[in-house]
Nanobody, 123 residues
């Protein structure tokens, strides 16, 4: 069954903003590092960003650096991804994933994955 659930995707115009959320129902997200990955049409899945379990360390891919922000809301057991200045090449299916303690760009590091939420950036 699904262990993580993403929400907040949709259709936006270039330059627009979008907030994605990742939630878990069967475990506590604050115990895990959370990574965001995306897969665009005809592309391989790639890392977007990650945040350590403590929230102290946050990493962003060069392609999105300066345009996105990750944050935790431990009371709600959620992690958010705030995206600004969206570009057409940001289009893709966005996944959140939970790994142990620290951030990693290796997808194998993440044990729990969501179903993905679609982000489409188009005029």
């Amino acid at each position: 069954q699904l262990q993580l659930v993403e929400s907040g995707g949709g259709l936006v115009q270039p330059g627009g903003s979008l907030r994605l959320s990742c939630a878990a129902s069967e475990f506590t997200l604050k115990d895990y590092a959370i990574g965001w990955f995306r897969q665009g049409p005809g592309k391989e899945r790639e890392g977007v960003s990650c945040i350590s379990s403590s929230g102290v360390s946050i990493n962003y891919a060069d392609s999105v650096k300066g345009r996105i922000t990750m944050s935790r809301d431990n009371a709600k057991n959620t992690v958010s991804l705030i995206m600004n200045s969206l570009k057409p090449d940001d289009t893709g299916l966005y996944y959140c994933a939970a790994g142990l303690e620290v951030c990693s760009w290796y997808q194998e590091w993440y044990k729990y994955w969501g179903q993905g939420t679609q982000v489409t950036v188009s005029s």
